[in-house]
């Protein structure tokens, strides 16, 4: 689904960049098509290299799982915002467009490791002592969330002012 970029000087081709910005992102604004109607959603995300996919935390039920449900196939933009240059009317920022599929995790040693990768990419210094807090190993917290994956098929990435 991806088309030829407009402005191909500003494209971003180098897999380590992307990759970089993906590993750094707090944020992915996630489009679902709920029948005809465009539904989307900003999460907090954690980016899993070895895997390929973008990990979210959500609720148990609600909106987006019924969505997922009927039609799994998503679309996600992540950003890295360099700053607005005041006086100068710019906004630098990278940017990556993704195409695929959005899966609720059912096995429990999956959860664990998509909800790892999600507090290491927000707060790896703290790791240890939320998951110790929320009690993550056991089964009692594994029915308190849900687990989504966006399973990444396609993306480009460009820089912008």
Request: hydrophobic share 40%; proline share 2%.
């Amino acid at each position: 689904m991806i088309h030829e970029m407009r402005r191909s000087d500003r494209e971003i081709t180098d897999a380590a960049e992307i990759d970089q910005i993906l590993g750094a992102a707090k944020y992915a604004t996630i489009a679902l098509a709920d029948g005809d109607e465009p539904y989307a959603v900003t999460l907090s995300c954690g980016y899993d290299r070895a895997r390929n996919r973008l990990c979210f935390h959500t609720a148990t039920s609600g909106r987006k799982l019924d969505i997922i449900a009927r039609n799994p196939q998503a679309c996600a933009t992540v950003i890295r915002d360099k700053g607005y240059n005041v006086g100068k009317c710019e906004h630098p920022f990278d940017s990556v467009v993704l195409f695929g599929r959005m899966r609720v995790l059912e096995d429990a040693e999956d959860v664990r490791l998509a909800m790892r990768t999600l507090i290491g990419q927000l707060d790896a210094g703290a790791l240890d002592e939320i998951w110790q807090r929320n009690e993550i190993d056991g089964e009692a917290a594994l029915g308190r969330f849900k687990m989504l994956v966006f399973e990444i098929e396609e993306l480009s990435a460009k820089s912008g002012q």
